[in-house]
């Protein structure tokens, strides 16, 4: 235990000294949570919104105002020509065109069904299905009014109609940051904790001094316990810090136990801590290190559900996700930060990591060779 | 005859196809300077690394310090010292934050700890650079440092490869003013160089060439052999014996 | 030009010694376009959801069919009391509830609204607004087909320019084309070059009859091969795995890769004039180039949603105006005149970090 303590002792010493990494401790968290936060969003403002109406009725024009008055869409441009509309959007200047033809207004009082045309800019996928469900919406609430307001139909359009109450749980006002903030943490934790301790082994490996502490009689689970746990601690910390600037900022929500997030975190960062270290003991350089880390947290980013739904994938992806313990840690500070799930519903994924920690961790010390 | 502190019998090392060190066979006895030369590349830093247990051999004995290298290198690892030609101190570590990691890891009490370094910094006299870190010390400083680590755990064998490379004479010479000393306390020392004028100071020498001792005798002895006024000429005849 | 040669030989040597490098170096591009094209969809498909059904009558088996088989959906438990919601939701299995009240067909029949409630799970508020919306649809569609077309509807004629299926690829191929050239050329440059100064061969050679400005050329040069490689490789990938076609030209899109290319590599020698460690030249790569590349570029997140400061920022960003330029050549077929603008803004980059870079350089020197 004793010698553990050495190492550890080592360690903070250099981490303390070095003049760039120090600051780079406390500056990545609050550029993480202050600007990426505000550059990961998918809440939809802004949306530019191009008219062109033929119609020229009290119906079209109450349709555009309709979109006009939503916080998410901002007008553009209008023309009566639907060559004008396209350039723009071929330009960028444009995200959706509305094309109310001519006889929209007509056809409405008459009774009958009609027709609108939209045009999306669907180069982005996601934006382009998200403008499109707000579309819709704005085109149904629309609807109901036109029809409520003329006294249209009220009859036919109460009957069999449905009567849709929505309830957005966990985060009612749709504030994307809620969703986004635990994300960056996750990944803010895995880098320092991942890159910083396999990196420092691997620095000693390629200057040498790796050899003077592979010539004394230090045990291998000793060394490695004392590269992992100051990272271990530093890692904490930083979600610490992470947590208290999301809290003071962004006002985001903990409805769990802290305590449980915080001992899950635990678990979680020996395990990737263990992936960081086992990284090391098969690389030389640390630049083949780091480009190892970049091509597996890349991989492994992607997949944990920080931006898309991990139950969408396919199911070969959610297999894979097993040994990906971004996902398990993804999916779990979410559930205890914004849906205070207790600890019986995370049991599985701590159980799992457990595992996870204890056997990648074995595997690094067996790994690691005192002679060669 | 004395013990026997190093026992190597038939040892050989391959990377792959190429044999990096075929069939040694030597010993050294205990207290005394052994010197192991060689041109560069003749296989001295492979043979070393097997005798600290850093490396396995592909075949044949080798007993250190009453060890066994195949099976026993961690035991063996705590009854020797090593002090590699890569340089082996922090840079980012103060001269005491160095001993202390050290002498730590070797598992030397606090208490002790704390008296050893103090009296190693007290005896180079840089008790007011203690707290200089190894990057700001001069080359010849941080040598003598990494050599008075490397004995911190009061070892039975030292052994030292290379230790003087890169500086100047003055500071060699107060190197192996340090050798003598540790010697006369009974630790035995191993050391390569290509100094030749070094190899004066040792008891006894082997001289290695493309992986194979071609000699080992004392400096004396050697020279009376070859006839010759010097290590050196003894060295430039054998590797010019092999060129034939 | 002798010893030039021999220098730009160790450079190569260095890397194809090195076979794992190698294979990730190639590899991660098609890993990464494989991933983006197969696992990060934005496809809604069987969301996990549970029905709490009240009435059990004609109409709510109906629509709740409806929902299951329509792929979006996939049913995971049927609830019996508003009790059970929480613990489903908070076990994080099921994202949408969907809650029919009593009497549903009945009040339908008497001409009320039937009452159905979805509560979904907003801890993802994309994907809840994307699922109730489709839930919404579906739903109203039962009910148009119920009315059997009583007209009382506007029905939107939605139409997706540049990309009629919402695949992501038009989308991640050139956000991964910026990903990777960035990744390869300035992070890995500037870590080789720092790493030269940590080992302190940096010094070697210095003194040796090689010019400071061929030791930055020689170093650069592999680097490039690389990435123009990797750059086909993706463009490859992307039409034979994705049918994603290159509308416009490919020489242009070539050269304009060749572009970003310098711009980047000269980026990553800026980096290695300021940091003297391979670590500090790996945090300020991920954190001045990979997190900007993939957040404040418009690869993944649409700049006009940030605010208007960060807006400012991402002006900065190289990656912003090279993905421009491949959609605008690749997806929508354009030549010059639409991206002559772009074209010169990324020149102007390589050429102000190229001169800042020989400054630092000469500074140190002296």
Redesign the interface.
């Known amino acids: 235990m004793?010698?553990i303590?050495?190492?550890i002792?080592?360690e903070f010493?250099?981490v303390v000294?070095?003049r760039?990494?120090l600051p780079?401790m406390i500056?990545?968290p609050i550029?993480?949570m202050l600007?990426?936060l505000?550059?990961?969003?998918?809440?939809?403002?802004?949306i530019?919104l191009f008219v062109v109406d033929n119609d020229h009725t009290e119906a079209s024009r109450t349709l555009v105002s309709k979109f006009e008055g939503s916080p998410f869409y901002k007008l553009s441009g209008h023309s009566a020509s639907i060559k004008e509309a396209?350039k723009q959007?071929?330009?960028?200047k444009t995200?959706i065109i509305l094309n109310i033809k001519k006889g929209f207004g007509e056809s409405?009082n008459r009774?009958?069904?009609?027709?609108?045309?939209?045009?999306?800019?669907?180069?982005?996928?996601?934006?382009?299905?998200?403008i499109?469900?707000y579309?819709?919406?704005v085109?149904?609430e629309?609807?109901g009014e036109y029809?409520k307001d003329k006294g249209l139909?009220s009859?036919?359009?109460?009957?069999?109609?449905?009567?849709?109450?929505?309830?957005?749980?966990?985060?009612?006002e749709?504030?994307?940051k809620?969703?986004m903030l635990p994300g960056i943490l996750v990944i803010l934790v895995t880098?320092m904790g991942m890159?910083l301790s396999a990196?420092s082994f691997v620095?000693e490996k390629?200057?040498?001094?790796i050899?003077?502490?592979?010539?004394?009689?230090?045990?291998k689970y000793?060394f490695l316990a004392g590269k992992l746990l100051p990272f271990w601690i530093i890692a904490l910390f930083e979600l610490a810090f992470g947590l208290t600037i999301g809290k003071i900022f962004f006002d985001i929500p903990i409805r769990g136990s802290l305590f449980l997030l915080f001992s899950f975190s635990s678990v979680y960062l020996l395990a990737v801590m263990g992936i960081g270290l086992f990284f090391s003991t098969i690389?030389r350089?640390?630049?083949?290190i780091?480009?190892?880390f970049?091509?597996f947290n890349?991989?492994f980013i992607?997949?944990s559900g920080l931006?898309?739904?991990v139950?969408?994938?396919?199911q070969w992806?959610q297999t894979a996700n097993v040994v990906n313990p971004l996902a398990y840690f993804m999916?779990v500070i979410?559930?205890i930060m914004?849906?205070?799930?207790?600890v019986q519903?995370i049991l599985r994924e701590l159980i799992s990591l457990s595992i996870y920690a204890v056997l990648i961790l074995s595997l690094a010390v067996w790994r690691y060779r005192?002679?060669? | 005859m004395q013990e026997k502190l190093i026992e190597v019998r038939g040892l050989t090392k391959k990377f792959g196809e190429f044999i990096a060190i075929d069939k040694l066979d030597f010993e050294v006895f205990k207290g005394e300077i052994f010197g192991f030369l060689g041109a560069n590349g003749a296989g001295k830093t492979t043979a070393i690394k097997i005798l600290c247990g850093l490396s396995y051999p592909s075949s044949g004995e080798v007993n250190v310090a009453g060890f066994d290298v195949y099976t026993q290198t961690e035991q063996l690892k705590l009854n020797i010292g090593y002090m590699s030609q890569k340089f082996s101190l922090y840079e980012d570590l103060t001269i005491y934050e160095n001993i202390r990691f050290y002498g730590g890891i070797y598992g030397i009490g606090r208490k002790e700890l704390h008296n050893k370094s103090m009296q190693l910094i007290r005896k180079f006299g840089l008790v007011n650079e203690r707290n200089s870190l190894i990057a700001d010390i001069p080359l010849g400083w941080k040598q003598k440092i990494a050599f008075s680590i490397a004995i911190l755990h009061d070892p039975k064998i030292i052994f030292l490869d290379e230790p003087t490379g890169g500086v100047d004479p003055i500071t060699r010479r107060q190197f192996w003013d340090l050798i003598y000393e540790v010697s006369g306390e009974g630790m035995t020392v191993f050391v390569t160089t290509h100094y030749m004028d070094e190899a004066e100071y040792c008891n006894r020498v082997s001289i290695m060439d493309e992986g194979k001792i071609v000699a080992i005798d004392t400096p004396n002895n050697l020279k009376s052999s070859f006839g010759a006024a010097n290590m050196d000429e003894v060295f430039v005849k054998i590797a010019r014996g092999t060129e034939k | 030009m002798k010893s030039f040669y021999g220098f730009i030989r160790k450079e190569f040597l260095h890397i194809f010694r090195d076979p794992r490098t190698l294979l990730i170096l190639f590899g991660m591009p098609i890993a990464q376009i494989m991933i983006f094209g197969y696992v990060v969809t934005n496809e809604i498909k069987d969301i996990p959801i549970a029905i709490l059904d009240h009435s059990k009558d004609q109409a709510t088996r109906e629509i709740s069919n409806k929902l299951i088989s329509s792929g979006y959906f996939k049913l995971v438990m049927n609830l019996t009391s508003l009790k059970e919601v929480e613990p489903a939701m908070k076990k994080g299995n099921v994202k949408e509830v969907i809650v029919f009240e009593p009497d549903f067909r009945k009040k339908m029949e008497s001409g009320l609204p039937g009452s159905v409630q979805i509560i979904a799970d907003a801890s993802d508020p994309n994907t809840a607004n994307l699922i109730v919306n489709y839930t919404f649809g579906i739903m109203q569609d039962y009910m148009a087909q119920y009315q059997q077309g009583k007209p009382n509807t506007i029905v939107p004629e939605v139409r997706m320019i540049y990309n009629e299926g919402l695949k992501g690829v038009y989308m991640f191929v050139p956000g991964t084309m910026a990903l990777i050239l960035m990744l390869i050329s300035a992070m890995m440059t500037s870590i080789s070059i720092s790493r030269e100064k940590e080992l302190g061969t940096m010094e070697v050679l210095m003194v040796s009859p090689i010019k400071p400005f061929q030791i930055v050329v020689g170093k650069v040069i592999p680097y490039i091969g690389l990435s123009f490689i990797n750059a086909v490789v993706i463009i490859v990938l992307g039409f034979f795995v994705f049918g994603l076609p290159v509308k416009g030209s490919l020489i242009i899109l070539l050269l304009e890769s060749l572009l970003f290319i310098s711009l980047a590599l000269s980026l990553g020698i800026l980096i290695s004039t300021v940091s003297n460690s391979q670590m500090v030249a790996m945090f300020i790569s991920l954190l001045g180039l990979m997190l900007p590349t993939i957040l404040l570029s418009g690869f993944i997140y649409p700049i006009e949603n940030m605010p208007v400061v960060l807006q400012w920022i991402s002006n900065l960003m190289p990656p912003k105006w090279f993905i421009i330029v491949v959609k605008n050549i690749m997806i929508k077929g354009e030549g010059w005149q639409f991206i002559w603008k772009e074209t010169l803004i990324m020149m102007g980059m390589t050429a102000f970090f190229l001169l800042v870079a020989i400054r630092k350089f000469k500074i140190r020197l002296e």
């Open positions: 004793r010698t303590f050495y190492i002792q080592k010493i250099q000294r070095n760039v990494m780079m500056i990545m550029f993480q600007v990426l505000y550059a990961a969003t998918l809440e939809m403002k802004h530019e396209e959007m071929k330009k960028d995200d409405l009774g009958e069904g009609t027709d609108v045309q939209v045009l999306i800019n669907a180069i982005n996928g996601t934006k382009a299905g998200l499109n469900a579309s819709l919406n085109l149904s629309y609807m029809a139909y009859e036919q359009f109460s009957s069999g109609s449905l009567d849709v109450r929505y309830r957005y749980w966990f985060n009612a749709l504030n994307f809620h969703f880098i890159a990196i620095k390629e200057i040498g001094t050899e003077q502490i592979n010539v004394t009689p230090i045990r000793q690389t350089t640390q630049q083949q780091m480009l190892l970049f091509f890349i991989v992607l997949m931006f898309t739904p139950e969408s994938m396919p992806a999916r979410r559930m914004l849906k205070g799930s207790g519903d005192k002679t060669s």
